[in-house]
């Protein structure tokens, strides 16, 4: 199943464009898309085959520390990490949750 994994590192200086775009390039082999132009974090937005969650954000997780070091970034710690499948994207997957809506 394909996975869509959001990381993102976060940091103590105000990283450049060009820096992002080293990110953006590294991550493109993954159907990847980088961001933090002018922020003090650096993200990208990953797509992983795998068969479960913890899969998924363990494979993303390595492709994105080596598009880090490919991109010449700082090794910043992950302060952010979500995964969706292609399942829950396409809103197929019931939510054990009841169905009303809670805005007024």
């Given at each position: ?33 980088a961001t933090g132009i002018g ?24 492709e994105f520390g080596q598009a ?37």
């Open positions: 199943m394909k996975w869509s994994v959001g990381l993102e590192a976060e940091g103590d200086r105000v990283l450049s464009r060009e820096e992002i775009v080293e990110l953006a390039d590294a991550v493109a082999v993954s159907a990847g898309i922020t003090n974090h650096y993200g990208a937005q990953l797509v992983v085959q795998a068969g479960s969650r913890d899969e998924a954000v363990e494979k993303a997780t390595q880090v070091v490919k991109a010449g970034l700082p090794a910043w710690p992950i302060a952010r990490v979500e995964a969706v499948s292609e399942v829950e994207d396409s809103g197929e997957v019931e939510d054990s949750g009841a169905d009303e809506d809670s805005g007024g």
